[in-house]
């Protein structure tokens, strides 16, 4: 039983971290979807597709 629950609460972070269809509060940056890169860099994609990168404090509750 433990097992299940513990499960269900990894499940339930990681849809809330990568976005799940939606912007979370504090994962988006005047508008545009934040990403954390490998590196731990947290950046969104410009109009042209290109990565801007922002101060890691506005990913804070990304990971």
Known sequence: MKKIILLGCIFALSISCSGGGSDSEGCSYNGNTLYVGEKGGCYYLN???NKEYVDK???SSCY
Do not use: L, R
């Open 47 to 49: 109009s042209s597709g």
């Open 57 to 59: 404090k506005y990913c």
